[in-house]
T-cell receptor, first 112, second 113 residues
Framework: SQKIEQNSEALNIQEGKTATLTCNYT??????LQWYRQDPGRGPVFLLL?????KEKRKERLKVTFDTTLKQSLFHITASQPADSATYLC???????????FGSGTRLSIRP | DGGITQSPKYLFRKEGQNVTLSCEQN?????MYWYRQDPGQGLRLIYY???????QKGDIAEGYSVSREKKESFPLTVTSAQKNPTAFYLC????????????FGEGSRLTVL
């Protein structure tokens, strides 16, 4: 069955450093991969989308890479800030984008 | 302002009772989704609908039912057949067929007493 794995352990980073989160998947060939941010008790908020034919996508301090050979995406936050502390979710979708499945998320804490 | 509204935000029910969670969007999106989230876990897909009067089961549809009579509305009923209904329920919408982002509501937290 399709499976998405994200860092199960919480990630603690010093402010100003780069945070790197990992998303691995199996038994799936997604056409699109997305990253969301979720704060406690709130709905997720979309951050970035990358297509299968794209290697890298950037948005301000965020960078996503997508390696379909390794079946892995890396999500980077540069110059991290305490306000970046949240849970980050990886999501995959097929070519029709009709069914979107999520990983379990990685909790990121940025300490001052 | 456009967005997705879920209600109620908190809901308590007794075992054996059905409960319906409301989800309304004014984004003119074609596709709508229901996800369930348990503590410390990711989102699991319950049902999704791409157009009015049509919907598909997700990975954990047993014990749930939905309807899509209007484009802007996608209510979820948690039936008494759902063995472990206590969870955080999230509704989302997107433009069908485009790999655009999902827009989520603020969620409904259901507790079965």
């Amino acid at each position: 069955s399709q499976k998405i794995e994200q860092n199960s352990e919480a990630l603690n980073i010093q402010e100003g450093k780069t945070a790197t989160l990992t998303c691995n998947y199996t038994n799936y060939s997604p056409a699109y991969l997305q990253w969301y941010r979720q704060d406690p008790g709130r709905g997720p908020v979309f951050l970035l989308l990358i297509r299968e034919n794209e290697k890298e996508k950037r948005k301000e301090r965020l960078k996503v890479t997508f390696d379909t050979t390794l079946k892995q995406s890396l999500f980077h936050i540069t110059a991290s800030q305490p306000a970046d502390s949240a849970t980050y979710l990886c999501a995959l979708a097929g070519s029709s984008a009709s069914k979107i499945i999520f990983g379990s998320g990685t909790r990121l804490s940025i300490r001052p | 302002d456009g967005g997705i509204t879920q209600s109620p935000k908190y809901l308590f029910r007794k075992e054996g009772q059905n409960v319906t969670l409301s989800c309304e969007q004014n984004l003119n999106h074609d596709a709508m989704y229901w996800y369930r989230q348990d503590p410390g876990q990711g989102l699991r897909l319950i049902y999704y609908s791409q157009i009015v009067n049509d919907f598909q089961k997700g990975d954990i549809a047993e014990g749930y039912s939905v309807s899509r009579e209007k484009k802007e509305s996608f209510p979820l009923t948690v039936t008494s057949a759902q063995k472990n209904p206590t969870a955080f329920y999230l509704c989302a919408s997107s433009i069908f067929g485009r790999p655009g982002e999902l827009f989520f509501g603020e969620g409904s937290r259901l507790t079965v007493l």
